[in-house]
């Protein structure tokens, strides 16, 4: 287990997944990221990758072979090296092995970082291709954070006032091709409300805005990320009666749509990077 600390924060990581296990606000007083229960969700802010998602009958196809693979990749499982630590920032690595090999067989070193600067959290994906041939890959986050307050209290908001579709999925996990078109009108905000996950989680892409607030406006509590660059976006809870939080998942890649029937390097969103290249992206955290 990690610790990291500044004026703000004390957020705690582990090397199992890599994966934040606390972010306390100094400031406010209060925990920010969701603790886990087993009996709502025990995840807490899994690292995606080499996929995001679902992929058919947890399925690929590369290279005229087929590959088993879980939803969300294996990252939650695989224990990282910590390759760097300061007392506001770590560098958890992993690499790819014999192990990693049987469900994708790509060489890879994936490192994920958390930086604490000032009023915000960083999170940091670095995906390096040491091979001569290309990698295809997805990668995202899935950090879910409590709620200040029920539900009903809390609304979600943007720096950009614009009209979003919302990408549709199956009961299967895969996506559709339609979209509920203007699932979120111009200028209007998202109040969240008890069944509103149950068809899973509310997913955008070809969106405008780089800031997206989960906020109870009567208190000013809440949580702000900037996941600018990234293509896709999805807000999530289990569909259970007083789910206490809500994940904002950034995202470079999708679970399979229904109709896909093309090997890797065809799947929509998916990332090529070319040998010897390397892919970075970050997202960013403050809590309100």
């Known amino acids: 287990m990690v ?6 924060f004390i957020v705690t990581a582990k090397e199992e997944g890599a994966e934040l296990t606390r972010i306390n606000d100094k400031e406010h007083r209060r925990e920010c990221l969701w603790n886990g229960d087993p009996a709502i969700w025990k995840g807490q802010a899994p690292i995606l990758f080499p996929v995001v998602g679902r992929c058919k009958n947890y399925q690929y196809r590369y290279q005229g072979k087929t590959y088993e693979i879980g939803q969300h990749g294996f990252c939650r499982q695989s224990v ?18 014999e192990e990693t090999k049987k469900a994708y067989p790509f ?3 994936l490192s994920v970082i958390y930086t604490l600067e000032a009023e915000q959290i960083i999170t940091t994906f670095r995906v390096e291709n040491p091979a001569e041939h290309a990698l295809y890959f997805s990668i995202g986050g899935h950090p879910g954070f409590f709620y200040d307050g029920p539900i009903e209290k ?4 943007f720096d950009v006032k ?8 199956s009961e299967n996990g895969q996506f559709r091709r339609e979209v509920e078109k203007e699932y979120i009108k111009k200028g209007e905000d998202l109040h969240l409300y008890e069944g509103i996950f149950k068809d899973d989680a509310l997913v955008f892409h070809d969106f405008a805005f780089h800031k997206l607030r989960i906020q109870n406006p009567e208190t000013g509590r809440g949580v702000e990320m900037d996941l600018s660059g990234f293509p896709y976006v999805g807000i999530w809870s289990m569909n259970k009666p ?47």
């Open 242 to 288: 007083g789910s206490p939080y809500a994940c904002i998942e950034p995202w470079y890649g999708l679970a399979d749509y229904e109709d896909f029937a093309g090997e890797l390097p065809e799947k929509d969103g998916i990332q090529k990077l070319e040998g010897g290249a390397v892919f970075e992206c970050c997202y960013a955290v403050k809590m309100l």
């Open 80 to 97: 990282f090296e910590i390759a760097d630590q300061t007392k506001t920032q770590v560098v958890f690595r992993l690499k790819a092995s």
């Open 162 to 169: 614009e009209s979003l579709d919302r990408v549709l999925l």
């Open 107 to 109: 060489d890879f070193v």
């Open 3 to 8: 610790t990291l600390e500044n004026e703000r």
């Open 154 to 157: 809390q609304v979600v908001s």
